[in-house]
């Protein structure tokens, strides 16, 4: 079966640095991989989403790049504020199912 | 900006009883989903919904689990006989397509804790 990975736990950062999460999956690779943010007790909030055939995606002070070969997609957060700090999900939707499969998240810790 | 609804925020009931989640999606999407998240897990998806039916569905949904939508605007998850593992925090959410273009939109959840 597919497994997402994301490998650290916890990441803490200082303030106006550029946080770089990770997410690796197993077998083949899926159409697309999401990146989501969730606070305590909330639901996911969608933030990035990149194709198989992108190699990078930016929006604001955010950016994911998709490496097909390494099996791997970062996410990045550059100058990151006290206000990024949450647990980031990286999903995988594999062509032909509706499922979204989750790794289980890095929590992010920004230090003022 | 649109959201999905998802009431009660928390339900706590007895061993046995069915529980009814109940959720609004975005009102122009035409997918919806079910998830749940065991507290300190990974989400987990339980369930698909498109054009009034299941299109896809985890091994978590079992024979215990059904979803309806009854309406034009809800979309239910309902757990007939509950155990205590189905305790977790449940997440409704939609899509326009299938998450390809904007992903989905989960809404808040609906804790429930079975006791």
């Known amino acids: 079966s597919q497994k997402i990975e994301q490998n650290s736990e916890a990441l803490n950062i200082q303030e106006g640095k550029t946080a770089t999460l990770t997410c690796n999956y197993t077998?083949?690779?899926?159409?697309?991989l999401q990146w989501y943010r969730q606070d305590p007790g909330r639901g996911p909030v969608f933030l990035l989403l990149i194709r198989e055939n992108e190699k990078e995606k930016r929006k604001e002070r955010l950016k994911v790049t998709f490496d097909t070969t390494l099996k791997q997609s970062l996410f990045h957060i550059t100058a990151s504020q006290p206000a990024d700090s949450a647990t980031y999900l990286c999903a995988a939707k594999y062509t032909g199912r509706r499922a979204l499969t989750f790794g289980s998240g890095t929590r992010l810790q920004v230090q003022p | 900006e649109p959201e999905v609804t998802q009431t009660p925020s928390h339900q706590v009931t007895q061993m046995g009883q069915e529980v009814i989640l109940r959720c609004v999606p975005i009102?122009?999407?035409?997918?919806f989903y079910w998830y749940r998240q065991i507290l300190g897990q990974k989400v987990e998806f339980l369930v698909s919904f498109y054009n009034n039916e299941i299109s896809e569905k985890s091994e978590i949904f079992d024979d215990q689990f059904s979803v309806e939508r009854p309406d034009g605007s809800n979309f239910t998850l309902k757990i007939r006989s509950t155990k205590l593992e189905d305790s977790a925090m449940y997440f409704c959410a939609s899509s326009e397509l299938l998450g390809q273009l904007y992903g989905y939109t989960f809404g808040s959840g609906t804790r429930l804790t079975v006791v």
């Open positions: 009102s122009n999407h035409l997918y």
């Open positions: 077998n083949y690779s899926p159409a697309y």
